[in-house]
Nanobody, 121 residues
Framework: QVQLVESGGGLVQPGGSLRLSCAAS????????MGWFRQAPGKQRDLVAS???????NYADSVKGRFAISRDNAKNTVYLQMNSLKPEDTAVYFC???????????????WGQGTQVTVSS
């Protein structure tokens, strides 16, 4: 089994910062891309940022210049540093990993349980 455990969400004032972490564990053979998605009430789940195993990054236009994604391959962990937060960043943030396991070498999507980020004064 594979688990993705997120941490770091919470309540922050506009202009503030938060750092999300997501650690993958279990019978992992290899992790390809890791990323963060978010879903606001009544809206679809959208990509926020992603990072490949080689470190190539991709960001949604709405967060470019404010958010930074990074990963520690030795720890199977991905981070999202969020700066200059805005009320419109309020959402549940989900960690995603495209990985293969020792039991199934085909790459599949795995998701964390989600962590709430609320930006409000």
């Amino acid at each position: 089994q594979v688990q993705l455990v997120e941490s770091g969400g919470g309540l922050v004032q506009p202009g503030g910062s938060l750092r999300l972490s997501c650690a993958a564990s279990g019978s992992i053979f290899s992790i390809n891309t890791m990323g963060w998605f978010r879903q606001a009430p009544g809206k679809q789940r959208d990509l926020v940022a992603s990072i490949t195993g080689g470190g190539a990054t991709n960001y949604a236009d709405s967060v470019k210049g404010r958010f930074a994604i990074s990963r520690d391959n030795a720890k199977n962990t991905v981070y999202l540093q969020m700066n200059s937060l805005k009320p419109e960043d309020t959402a549940v943030y989900f960690c995603n990993a495209k990985l293969s396991t020792y039991y199934r070498l085909t790459v599949q999507d795995y998701w964390g349980q989600g962590t709430q980020v609320t930006v409000s004064s």
